[in-house]
């Protein structure tokens, strides 16, 4: 890479930069409240069981989740998820064929 290289990439970040700037500005959002806190697919998972007073069918978890969280979850994967938590012994029980619960402390 020669110099006139150099000096166009350097530019051309420089560029990126301010228009980055520009954006955020535009927006009239401070930068360090861009960053929104993801929540994980689990954790919407157990916020659903721990407001319900009794173990929830797979079903039943996602569609809660799409009208209290607006996430589709996707049915294999979040059971998937809960079953390595299971085998792990952590945060979840399952009680019956694809219902699960909030594991206590006494489990």
């Known amino acids: ?3 006139f290289d150099k000096f166009l990439e350097l530019q051309k970040e ?8 520009i954006y955020r500005q535009q927006q009239l ?3 360090d409240e861009k960053k929104i806190k993801r929540t994980s ?3 919407i998972v157990a916020d659903i069981l721990e407001s319900s007073d009794k173990p929830l069918h797979i079903s039943k978890i996602i569609e809660s989740a799409e009208n ?13 998820a809960l079953v390595k938590k299971i085998t792990s012994g952590k945060r979840f029980i399952r009680v019956a064929p694809n219902t699960f619960a909030l594991k206590t402390d006494k489990q």
Not at 14 to 21: G, P, R, T
Not at 68 to 80: A, C, F, H, I, P
């Open 68 to 80: 209290n969280y607006q996430v589709q979850l996707e049915r294999d994967s979040t059971v998937s």
């Open 14 to 21: 420089l560029l990126q930069s301010q228009l980055k700037i």
């Open 29 to 31: 959002i401070p930068y």
């Open 41 to 43: 697919n689990l954790d």
């Open 1 to 3: 890479m020669d110099t």
